[in-house]
């Protein structure tokens, strides 16, 4: 079976950190690309962030980029998002998701789009005080 476990949320300070994490496990962790994405409350989900464990290529929301970083580490199955300058609009529940796309000839990864996605982790709750 398909798992995405995300952790690593919390309660964090303005201008805080905190790193969370997406272990995966069910399916050939480098064939997929692993989004990160957040839904506050009243708000739709947005895409975050995304890696292409293939080769590592990584796409951000505009709002995050320089204070967002993902990584991936392969041989622990896991992408891992480091949020540094947290803010309180920052403050959502985080979902991981794990997705590829198929053009009919052959696999490519998708961006921010949680459409494209597969399969889902439950969410991590990061909370923001101002």
């Known amino acids: 079976d398909v798992q995405l476990q995300a952790s690593g949320g919390g309660l964090v300070q303005d201008g805080g950190s905190l790193r969370l994490s997406c272990a995966a496990s069910g399916f050939t962790f480098a064939d997929y690309a692993i989004g990160w994405f957040r839904q506050a409350p009243g708000k739709e989900r947005e895409g975050v962030s995304c890696i292409n464990n293939n080769d590592g290529t990584t796409y951000y929301l505009d709002s995050v980029k320089g204070r967002f970083t993902i990584s991936k580490d392969n041989s622990k199955n896991t992408v891992y998002l480091q949020m540094n300058d947290l803010k309180p609009e920052d403050a959502a529940v985080y979902y991981c998701?794990?997705?590829?796309?198929?053009?009919?000839?052959?696999?490519?990864?998708?961006?921010?789009?949680?459409?494209?996605?597969?399969?889902w982790g439950q969410g991590t709750l990061v909370t923001v005080s101002s």
């Open positions: 998701a794990a997705g590829r796309l198929y053009s009919g000839i052959y696999y490519y990864p998708p961006r921010l789009d949680q459409s494209e996605y597969q399969y």
